[in-house]
RNA sequence: GCCGAAGUGGCGGAACUGGUAGACGCGCACGACUCAAAAUCGUGUUCCUUCGGGAGUGAGGGUUCGAUUCCCUCCUUCGGUACCA
């Protein structure tokens, strides 16, 4: 009988539709085991064969935890919300909600294609509003939350107002923007309107006029990581610094629980060095300069406090505060000018000529706190605002980027390091002792830091202090198609809806464009307004605010009262195998972490990691190793494969190219050796017979075993295509028809290519599903020879093969070995120096 | 520049903790079946060779009886990041 792929796949996909199949059930008796795939953004594009490509891997994985006797939670749903959808809509007028539902209906139809064994009754969309009614609760309790350094966990805002009336700012140690300082007298004295400004120094979430990346052509701001080059990731248009009014999310809370907590989870190596690299945590000191004729004092941030003997200048950021303060009225006009210039430059600009060394000096001067020397105090881009302190002690001697300022603009250079060349450049080293140092010479860098620190904060100007290069995220979009914010103003203040207003559904509005006045889209919409007149919040949350909790819903999609089932959660717990692109190694993965750890404080879920293990997989290039893309007309489309060769085959296909983690280019030529390898596992069991197995074909089956259990848990799934062909040839050669043996193949292929597995099963003659076979064990018994087939190899060449029993000494292989002709012939009547026999190994002959 | 990953036949790629390099598949060549073609099956396929062998896993060196695997130097490609003090 022909291989029939089209009727067979039709039938079972129907079978596992209408019998549920792989519904998963938030108990049982069964271990459980969670394998998720980065959900897709259903872009009017439709699948090309990259996309499949992790969710066959986690569909195999998923497939084979069944079998293993596991109750496998493996959903799928919709990054629905997103740019696309709106800038259609702006173009076309049709609202992004059904621009979505038809591209959603379209994946759905690529997906069920293939034969996920996906639990569909899960399925979630982020644009639904009994989906971001949970993501704007979690808002909301940020926006109820401080960050207790004390007890180093979120806490709720209202026991922060309670101690704050008892005992004002009084020991209470908090991750804020700035520090506050105030009684309790001072406290009760304030005014609401004071009161709710100095409690946004504390909430998690929080409005903050800020510089952040906007851009006029998308009418909306960006994250930093949405930012590549200066251009926006969508579009590629241009994104320029502007101070705006944002909400923002204070995750730099988090820095050192993110960075610690990459320690005791199972991602790759590179991922976690991206995220340590984003993170940027460095150690130093803050220490403070005075300033000549003026009370005001300079903080700076340096990580190397004990080269400060070589400090012969300061630099501010041009948008520093004290800029202004200081500036002389000779330097005045010089600096303002910068100042301006600096300001109009976008990011991109300025990234542009990075190696363009420029800045103004201030006139004012700096008094060193050790040698009361005069240092001038410049202003320069190169120092930037937003991190440390926005400024910096110089010293061109220890660092490249002071040297060259130093150098530009004739300043001196004093080396304070021994093996220091200031003529050549800066010594960046850390090796070498102290010199020019004063009290610090002689020491050696490492003990010059802590000596140094010591001094400064018995001094009191200055103390340890460890910086990271992290920033609080900016989470509003002036966009229309995302989360309206659960917030209303009162008296220009921000203050929460009440949880039983949730969700705050997105309104209709007449365009998707930004008001005449310039306001956001939401702008547009009648009456926005909370109930009892007050305006709405007019801005959307960002793309990444509904991936960074989906994994959560999928417990309990339905849940009307939670975001998730307290019993649901504590029986799935977070995610044992997370699959999805490296793309989102700063974006996503960062937040669904923060996010995760921020429920973890609330007590919401019990686990502070919510993805124990995570796989990216690579990205499938174009025939000609580019990336697929429209533009380039070189996108392979997986429907027109599954119609001429079947799921089956495509999926196979897929984990044949190459190893998961890899980039790999698409050659369609190569899917024909798969489709020959199916036809024949299919001919196999024409006249299946009860027989006894045979004792070859039974090692051939638990070798098979044995390597595809290894390879799906170290997915290494290219190996076990191999591994299959390789046994369907044998079983071919020595016409097995044992069905033992036979349904035991059926099974270990099932989790690869289950329509075919399913079709075989029933024709064996079983009643239910393979994918809840159990999976055959490998028996050692079989995989024991009597005879081992050794290489002989003179001075590591291989001359001949020699076949010995198993049985046999060393000695005994080694005489053996010695007699044989090829031996006499290379020792040409020499005895061997030295004879290397490792058993069932290789011989080895040194002459 | 810095960080990370990787370089193996014509191509995708195998090779467990150092032990037969090139499994498996594509492509190609030849053969069988066929009036013919497709499909299918079989054989061969790293390169050079005076048919004894020799060379060979990006390049060069090292450790070892033995290196794709370990160590050092360098080159190339891809990904990330970029004045982070």
Redesign the pocket.
């Known amino acids: 009988m022909r291989y029939d792929f089209v009727e067979i796949e039709k039938k079972w996909r129907k079978y596992w539709a209408a019998n549920n199949t792989f519904r998963a059930d938030n108990k049982s008796s069964k271990p459980k085991f969670y394998v998720l795939d980065m959900f897709p953004y259903p872009s009017g594009q439709g699948l090309h064969v990259g996309h499949p490509l992790g969710y066959i891997a986690s569909d195999i994985y998923t497939r084979y935890k069944r079998l293993r006797g596991f109750n496998v939670l493996h959903p799928m749903g919709y990054d629905a919300f997103g740019l696309p959808a709106e800038q259609y809509a702006i173009q076309t007028g049709q609202h992004p909600a059904i621009t979505t539902e038809d591209n959603i209906e379209r994946y759905r139809t690529q997906l069920e294609l293939l034969g996920f064994s996906f639990d569909w009754e899960r399925e979630v969309r982020t644009c639904e509003p009994g989906y971001y009614k949970w993501t704007q609760w979690i808002f909301m309790q940020l926006f109820k939350s401080w960050y207790n350094k004390k007890t180093d966990k979120a806490e709720p805002i209202d026991a922060l107002i309670e101690a704050l009336s008892k005992s004002g700012t009084a020991g209470i140690d908090a991750h804020t923007s700035e520090v506050m300082e105030f009684t309790a007298a001072e406290w009760i004295a304030k005014s609401e309107h004071e009161k709710q400004e100095a409690l946004s120094n504390y909430r998690l979430a929080y409005l903050s006029e800020a510089y952040v990346n906007w851009c006029p052509e998308l009418g909306t701001v960006l994250a930093?990581?949405e930012v590549?080059?200066g251009l926006s990731e969508r579009g590629g248009f241009p994104v320029e610094r502007r101070m705006m009014k944002q909400w923002l999310l204070r995750i730099t809370a988090y820095s050192d629980r993110l960075l610690s907590g990459l320690d005791k989870i199972e991602w790759?190596?590179?991922l976690k060095?991206?995220q340590k690299?984003?993170i940027?945590k460095?150690k130093?000191a803050s220490m403070l300069f005075s300033v000549d004729g003026s009370d005001e004092k300079i903080k700076?941030?340096?990580?190397?406090p004990d080269t400060v003997f070589g400090a012969t200048f300061m630099?501010l950021?041009p948008e520093h505060d004290l800029v202004e303060q200081i500036c002389t009225e000779d330097r005045k006009e010089a600096v303002d000018d910068y100042v301006e210039q600096t300001k109009k430059r976008s990011e991109r600009e300025?990234?542009a000529?990075?190696?363009?060394?420029?800045g103004e000096f201030t006139g004012a001067w700096a008094i060193h706190p050790f040698s009361s020397e005069k240092i001038p105090i410049w202003i320069?881009?190169?120092?930037?605002?937003?991190?440390?302190?926005?400024?910096?002690?110089a010293?061109p001697s220890g660092?490249?980027?002071?040297w060259?300022f130093a150098t530009h603009f004739d300043i001196p250079i004093v080396p304070v390091v021994s093996n220091s060349d200031p003529s050549k450049g800066a010594n960046e080293d850390k090796d070498g002792v102290m010199i020019n140092s004063d009290f610090l010479d002689g020491l050696k860098i490492p003990d010059a830091i802590n000596t140094m620190i010591d001094r400064l904060e018995k001094d009191n100007t200055g103390e340890a202090r460890t910086?990271y290069?992290l920033r609080d995220s900016v989470f509003s979009r002036q966009r229309y198609w995302g989360e309206p914010f659960p917030i209303y103003y009162k008296d220009g203040m921000p203050y929460v809806l009440e949880e039983n207003e949730l969700p705050l559904e997105l309104p209709e509005v007449d365009k998707y464009l930004p008001t005449e006045t310039g306001d956001a889209p939401l702008g547009r919409a009648k009456s926005w307004n909370s109930e009892d007149g007050h305006p709405l919040d007019l801005n959307t949350m960002p793309g990444w605010a509904g991936s960074s909790w989906y994994y959560l819903r999928y417990m309990d999609p339905g849940n009307t009262d939670a975001l998730a089932s307290k019993e649901a959660i504590d029986y799935w717990q977070n995610v044992d195998l997370y699959i999805g692109g490296?793309?989102h190694?700063?974006g996503h993965l960062l937040y669904v972490r923060f996010w995760t750890k921020f429920l973890h404080d609330l007590n919401i879920v019990p686990f502070d990691e919510p993805m124990k293990k995570l796989v990216n997989q690579g990205m499938i290039l174009g025939p000609g190793g580019e990336?697929m893309s429209k533009s380039k007309g070189n996108v392979i489309n997986p429907d027109d494969l599954v119609v001429k060769y079947g799921a089956d085959t495509l999926r196979m296909y897929e984990m044949?190219?190459?190893?998961l983690?890899?980039?790999?280019?698409w050659?369609t030529?190569?899917i024909?050796?798969?489709?020959?390898?199916l036809?024949?596992l299919w001919k196999l069991y024409d006249g299946v017979e009860d027989s006894e197995p045979h004792q070859l074909d039974l090692t051939t089956l638990h070798k098979t075993i044995k390597k595809v259990q290894s390879d799906i848990e170290n997915l290494?799934f290219?190996?076990s295509?191999?591994a299959f062909?390789?046994c369907v040839?044998e079983l071919?050669?020595s016409n097995c028809n044992s069905k033992s043996i036979l349904s035991d193949l059926a099974i270990i292929v099932s989790p690869f290519a289950p329509h075919i597995a399913e079709e075989i099963w029933e024709k064996l003659g079983n009643k239910e599903s393979i994918s809840f076979a159990a999976y055959p064990g490998y028996d050692e018994e079989y995989l024991q020879q009597d005879t081992y087939?050794y290489?002989v190899?003179f001075?590591?060449?291989?001359?001949f093969?020699i076949e010995l029993s198993v049985e046999l000494s060393t000695a005994e292989i080694e005489s053996e070995v010695l007699e044989h002709d090829i031996s006499k012939k290379w020792l040409d009547g020499s005895p061997p120096k030295?004879v290397?026999v490792?058993p069932q190994?290789?011989v080895?002959v040194?002459i």
């Open positions: 930093n990581e590549k080059d790759s190596e590179a060095e991206m690299n984003w940027g460095s130093g700076v941030f340096t990580t190397r630099v950021a300025r990234m000529d990075v190696k363009q060394v420029s320069s881009d190169y120092v930037l605002l937003g991190y440390g302190t926005g400024a910096i002690m010293v660092d490249q980027r002071d060259e910086n290069k490296a793309e190694a700063t990336k044949f190219l190459g190893p983690q890899d980039a790999k280019p050659d030529h190569g024909e050796g798969v489709f020959k390898f036809n024949k290494s290219n190996t295509v191999s062909m390789i040839n071919s050669q087939v290489p190899s001075n590591g060449k291989v001359r093969k030295r290397i490792v190994r290789i080895n040194v």
